[in-house]
């Protein structure tokens, strides 16, 4: 491990800077030892500097040595150490100087560069920018021209609504109007219907009293027909009995004429109904018998 530095260690080392027209420093000291932390070289270093002027004491009051020698030797020295000091300081700012006009000019080339590139750059965006403009004011012209193909189809477009809207309301108009019609002739309609019902009703009613009465008739006579046969064939086998046979022949004659009579009735009732087939039908059912 590295062992401590020493007082003795530091004030050699800082008087073999001085001896080289350096000025004493913290790292330059500890960059010659080797070792050694900043702030032990600092306290150390501080320590040097307070037995300098000792030192210098001690020279002047040797034996031999002026007084005025002595301090103009101390001057000398210390005029020496400042200018060893100033010249280390201004070579130190001429090097930083060359480095800072080196880095400017490595930083000129640096820009030059960079200026190329960014007028390069320039000319290509002042292009593409060009370019553009100019798709700018094509979109704009497509943008004025389609703004008017949609006010032109707007306009038509409202004028072909409204139109449609004005059809519209006339068919629906015309569709009331129809269903109104068509309502007042469905009621008028209903009314006929009924009426004609009611008046179907009472005819197939009155149609229904005719037919029995026919029936009703047509058993009377074919009860009488039978009865003038029976007696027909009576006054046949016997003779002397002209009293019977005229009788019966005025009981013939009677039902014969109401017979007629119903027919007539039957006839007129079947032509308002429409039933003179089945008239027709039952006449010639009643010439056959």
Do not use: C, Y
């Amino acid at each position: 491990m590295p062992k401590g530095i020493t007082q003795e260690q530091v004030n050699a080392t800082a008087d073999a800077l001085v001896a080289a027209g350096d000025k004493p420093t913290v790292e330059k000291i500890r960059q010659a030892l080797g070792t050694g932390s900043p702030n032990t070289v600092t306290r150390m270093l501080e320590a040097w500097r307070g037995t300098l002027a000792k030192r210098l004491q001690e020279i002047i009051k040797l034996p031999g040595v002026p007084t005025e020698v002595g301090q103009s030797f101390v001057e000398v020295w210390l005029l020496a150490l400042s200018l060893t000091q100033e010249r280390k300081i201004w070579e130190i700012s001429i090097a930083e100087a060359q480095m800072q006009a080196q880095s400017a000019d490595q930083a000129r080339e640096v820009a030059e560069t960079r200026l190329t590139d960014v007028q390069r750059l320039v000319e290509q965006q002042a292009g593409q920018l060009a370019e553009l403009v100019r798709q700018r004011d094509g979109f704009q012209q497509r943008a004025e021209q389609l703004a008017g193909d949609f006010d032109t189809h707007k306009s038509a477009l409202t004028a072909e609504r409204e139109a449609q809207a004005a059809h519209v309301r006339a068919v629906e108009d015309r569709a009331h109007a129809e269903i109104d019609r068509a309502r007042e002739e469905t009621k008028t309609l209903q009314t006929t219907l009924q009426r004609q019902g009611r008046e179907a009703s009472t005819v197939a009613t009155r149609l229904e009293t005719a037919v029995a009465s026919i029936r009703t008739t047509e058993q009377l006579a074919a009860e009488h027909g039978a009865r003038a046969k029976t007696l027909e064939q009576q006054l046949a086998r016997m003779d002397g009995l002209p009293a019977a046979l005229l009788a019966a022949q005025h009981a013939l004659q009677v039902a014969s004429q109401r017979e007629a009579t119903l027919r007539t009735k039957l006839d007129g009732l079947t032509a308002n109904t429409k039933i003179k087939p089945l008239a027709r039908k039952r006449k010639a059912r009643d010439a056959s018998s």
